[in-house]
Structures are given as C-alpha cells and as structure tokens.
C-alpha cells in the first residue's frame, strides 16, 4: 500500500523543471501541501491536494529557522504524521527534531526507481542538475550507487 507525503516546494519545482512531477503519483497515495507551497509552487494538478494546518503556531514558531513554505510543510507533516519531502538542511533538521520522517528528491528518485516506476535515475539527475537543482557529487555518487548505476 502507498502513502500519503507532505511536499514542500523544492522538490515539485524540481521535478516540474526536467518534466517528470509523475514520480510524485506513482509513488504516492496522496501528494499534499500546504497553502503557503501551493502560492510558491504555483502549480495544480489533480493528484496534488492542498491542506491547511489545523494550528499555525508550530508554523509560525517554525519560521524563525526555515522559510514559510517549509515551515507549513513541516508543520503539516506533525500534524498528521505524514513522511515530509524537503531538500533544505535546516529544514530537514527541524523536522528531524520533531521527529517527522524525511525523504529528498534523490531519496525520492531511488525509492521510484527500486519499486520499477523508473528505470534508471542517472538522467534525471543529469536534468536537474542542468536546471540550477543542486545536489553535491558525494550524495550523487550514493545515490547511483543505491541505484546500482
């Protein structure tokens, strides 16, 4: 069975840029995000579900380390114990500490690609970073070497 993720905006801009946001719903139940990532996204598809928070103040309290679209993700992510994708150290590092599950892009991408929606991650690691997405050489490196490319 799929579950549902919490996204903030890195990772939808990301994948939209080299065309392939169709990793989001073969790999997930629901995609959601919260109304600040929805306005930095901008973007609108079928599978991609927008959700307030049902308290501001884990948000608000949060905004003082990560921007306000990480902050709502994270935020959302507490509230309904959902995994949370999110590139950004200090994110990631907020969430971690309030004990929400992470996953990145490139975690995304081998999780597509040990499950077969994808065959090979190499090129889209090569699209991304063509579209200004940074990822350091050592996690490029790990990740082909998980994706045994």
Known sequence: MKESVISDSTCLIGLERVGRLDI????????????EVGREFG??????????????????????????????AIALASEKDCLLITDDKQARAAAKRLGVNIIGTVGILIR?????????????????D????????A??????RIARE
């Open 43 to 72: 973007g609108s598809f079928e599978w991609l579900k927008v959700e307030s928070l049902k308290n501001n103040l884990l948000s608000a309290a949060l905004e003082m380390v990560v921007d306000a679209g990480e902050a709502e």
């Open 139 to 144: 996690l490029r490196e790990e990740a082909l």
């Open 130 to 137: 063509a579209n200004d997405f940074r990822i350091s050489h």
């Open 112 to 128: 597509a690609k040990q499950n077969g929606s994808l065959s090979e991650i190499k090129t889209i690691l090569d699209a991304l």
């Open 24 to 35: 989001l719903p073969a790999l997930f139940d629901s995609v959601i995000i919260p109304p």
